[in-house]
C-alpha cells in the first residue's frame, strides 16, 4: 500500500512536470510572436508549477519512508508539511494576480496594443489542458487522499484561472476592451484564495491529531460489535496521522472468560477492523470485564 502511494504520486507529478514545460514553452514563444505580454507571463506562470510538483514529489518520498527509532509513528506528516508548503504558494500566487490586476487598473495600464490571434490560440489551449491536468491529478489524489498531490491539483486549476483572465484580456484587447482582463483576474484571485485556504485546513487538520468523521466511528464501533463474544464498546479514539488513521478501542466482553478466550476475541475485532479500513494503520484493543 505504502509503496502504491508512492509510485503514483511521484507518476502523477512527472506527468505534470512534462507538461508544465511543453505548455510553458509554447505559451512562451505564442506571447512573443503575438506581441501578447499577458501570454507570456501566463508562461512563466505555468513554469513556476514545476516547483510545486518537485514539493510533491520530495514530499511523498519522505512520507513513505519506513519508521524508524527517532520516528516509530512513520513519517506521514510529511506529506502534510509539503500540502502547507503548496498551499502558500498557491495563495501567494492568487494575492500576485490579483495585486496586478489591480495595479492595472488604478494606473490604467492595461491598453497595450492589440495582441494577434496566436495569443488567443495559446490562451484556450493552455485553459484545456490545465483543466485536464487538474482532473487528472485531482482524481489520483482522491484515489490515494494526498493532500500535497491534491494541493498540486488546485495549483492547475490556478494556471487554468490565468490563462481564462488572460484570454478574457486579449480577447478584450483585439474587441477593444482591455480592461476585462485586470477585471477577471481579481474575480479569479478570489478563487485561487479560497481554494488554498482549503487545502491548508485540510492538511492542519491532519497534523494535530484531528478525529475522524462521526460516520466512520460510527461504523467501526458498529464492526466491533459485529464480533461474537463483544458485548459493548467503552471507549472509541481516533486521530489522524497524514493519511493514515490510529484507532484506540476499550470493548467489554463476559468477565468469566479466560485471558485466551478475552485475546481470541480482540484479535477478531484487530483483524475485522484492519482488513474493512486499509488507511487503518494501527490498532489498540483493551478488553474490559462485563
Known amino acids: 500500500m505504502e509503496h502504491y502511494f508512492e509510485k503514483t504520486a511521484v507518476r502523477v507529478s512527472l506527468v505534470s512536470i ?8 509554447f505559451k512562451f514563444f505564442a506571447g512573443v510572436i503575438a506581441h501578447s505580454g499577458a501570454m507570456v507571463s501566463d508562461a512563466v506562470h505555468s513554469a513556476s ?13 519522505m512520507a513513505s519512508k519506513e519508521s524508524d527509532k527517532e520516528h516509530p509513528f512513520g513519517h506521514e506528516r510529511l506529506e ?15 494575492l500576485g494576480i490579483g495585486y496586478s490586476a489591480a495595479g492595472k ?3 490604467g495600464e492595461y491598453a497595450a496594443g492589440v495582441p494577434g490571434m496566436l ?3 495559446a490562451a484556450a489551449v493552455s485553459i484545456g489542458v490545465k483543466e485536464a491536468m487538474f482532473w487528472y491529478t485531482r482524481h489520483y489524489a482522491k484515489k490515494i487522499d494526498s493532500s500535497a498531490l491534491m494541493a498540486d491539483a488546485w495549483h492547475h486549476r490556478s494556471d487554468s484561472l490565468s490563462s481564462i483572465g488572460a484570454l478574457i484580456g486579449i480577447g478584450g484587447a483585439i474587441m477593444g476592451y482591455p480592461v476585462m482582463e485586470p477585471a477577471a483576474s481579481i474575480v479569479i484571485c478570489g478563487f485561487i484564495e479560497k481554494a488554498a485556504l482549503d487545502i491548508f485546513k485540510d492538511a492542519v487538520d491532519k497534523m ?27 471507549l472509541l479514539r481516533t486521530r489522524m496521522f497524514g493519511n493514515k488513521i490510529y484507532v484506540e478501542m476499550e470493548i467489554g466482553a463476559d468477565k468469566e472468560l479466560s485471558l485466551g478466550e478475552s485475546h481470541a476475541i480482540a484479535e477478531q475485532v484487530h483483524d475485522a477492523i484492519e482488513e474493512g479500513w486499509p488507511k487503518i ?3 489498540l484493543i483493551h478488553m474490559n470485564p462485563v
Open 18 to 25: 512534462i507538461w508544465n514545460l511543453i505548455l510553458s514553452l
Open 49 to 61: 508549477d514545476v516547483f510545486s510538483s518537485i514539493v510533491v514529489v520530495a514530499g511523498v518520498k
Open 80 to 94: 502534510c508539511v509539503a500540502a502547507i508548503v503548496l498551499s502558500t504558494v498557491l495563495a501567494v500566487t492568487g
Open 105 to 107: 487598473l488604478a494606473r
Open 119 to 121: 495569443a488567443l490560440v
Open 208 to 234: 494535530v491529531d484531528k478525529s475522524c468523521n462521526e460516520q466512520t466511528e460510527k461504523e467501526l464501533k458498529e464492526c466491533a460489535l459485529g464480533i461474537a463474544g463483544v458485548l459493548q464498546v467503552d
Open 281 to 283: 494503520k494501527h490498532i
